[in-house]
DNA sequence: ATGCCGGGCGAAGCCCGA
């Protein structure tokens, strides 16, 4: 059995506690790690590689930031997402392991917020899903388990937001928006969280403003999106929601899947 | 609430996030 987490821990430097609380406690194999906030120099390799983490960072100071975890040795670690030579934030990191056998490759993702809509900003993330779509397709060529995992800043419905009018002309949210996630999915991801839940309201993301987390006002906005191999492979997909609620909270918990391997 | 909180940077106040 194999579990893959994803996990934007909104700076690694004061997550690190949470971290290493949540990865004791959650033991998962591998972790898509993203916000770190910092330059690989910077990250806090001890502690983890003390719980037996192999590590590959592609660090950027102050913003973005990636970092696959990974109990497995990472093989084929490849920064940065194609299609672009010029995009110099750091969002995208993907590697290959290989568990009993079979491979598994596997990609962090931090797909960007893109408000405000009226700006540069809204461009660059319609752009950059149409980067990921056309990336993904390349990889699914290959036939593999893949899973893509992130905070992709996409509210995919109306079920997984607590008030879906006021998010309605959001980044997150826009019709350019989620055309671009339903590419992404139609050209054959499987939502690993929807495969193992039909229900409502389930969040990944609590603002830390204005009591969201009280009010249980959320958004499901990080996800694993799986090849078709890798949907084969899928036992259970949850969140820990429980990771929210502690001291210095992410204002984004852990999303989990655990794979046949 | 057109950022209410929280983090980075850097040492006050602005930029950014979703």
Not at 2 to 9: E, F, G, H, P, Q
Not at 41 to 69: C, M, R, S, W
Not at 107 to 120: E, F, H, K, R
Not at 132 to 159: F, Q
Request: hydrophobic share 40%; with cysteine.
């Amino acid at each position: 059995m194999l579990k893959i987490a994803t996990w934007n821990v909104n700076s690694i430097k004061v997550r690190t506690p949470n971290l290493i609380e949540w990865l004791k406690e959650a033991a998962p194999d591998v972790v898509c790690l993203q916000e770190l906030k910092c330059l690989e120099d910077a990250f806090p390799f001890g502690p983890i590689e003390d719980l037996g983490y192999n590590i590959a960072v592609h660090g950027q100071k102050t913003y973005n930031g990636v970092a696959i975890l990974s109990k497995y040795r990472l093989d084929d670690v490849t920064e940065g997402l194609p299609g672009d030579d010029s995009d110099e934030q750091s969002r995208y990191l993907e590697a290959v392991l290989t568990v009993n056998g079979t491979l598994f490759r596997i990609a962090t993702i931090y797909l960007p917020n893109g408000n405000p809509v009226d700006s540069d900003k809204f461009a660059y993330k319609l752009a950059w899903m149409d980067r990921l779509v056309a990336h993904a397709k390349t990889l699914l060529a290959y036939e593999e388990p893949l899973v893509l995992a992130g905070d992709y800043n996409v509210i995919p419905t109306a079920d997984d937001v607590h008030d879906p009018a006021a998010w309605a002309g959001d980044a997150l949210f826009r019709p350019e928006t989620r055309a671009r996630f339903h590419k992404l999915m139609n050209i054959g991801l499987t939502d690993a969280f929807r495969a193992c839940h039909t229900e409502s309201h389930r969040y990944t993301f609590w603002d830390y403003q204005a009591g969201a987390w009280q009010k249980d006002h959320g958004i499901r906005i990080d996800h694993l999106l799986l090849s078709p191999q890798a949907a084969d492979r899928l036992l259970a997909c949850d969140i820990d929601k429980v990771v929210r609620g502690r001291e210095k909270p992410s204002d984004h918990v852990p999303v989990w899947a655990t794979f046949e391997a």
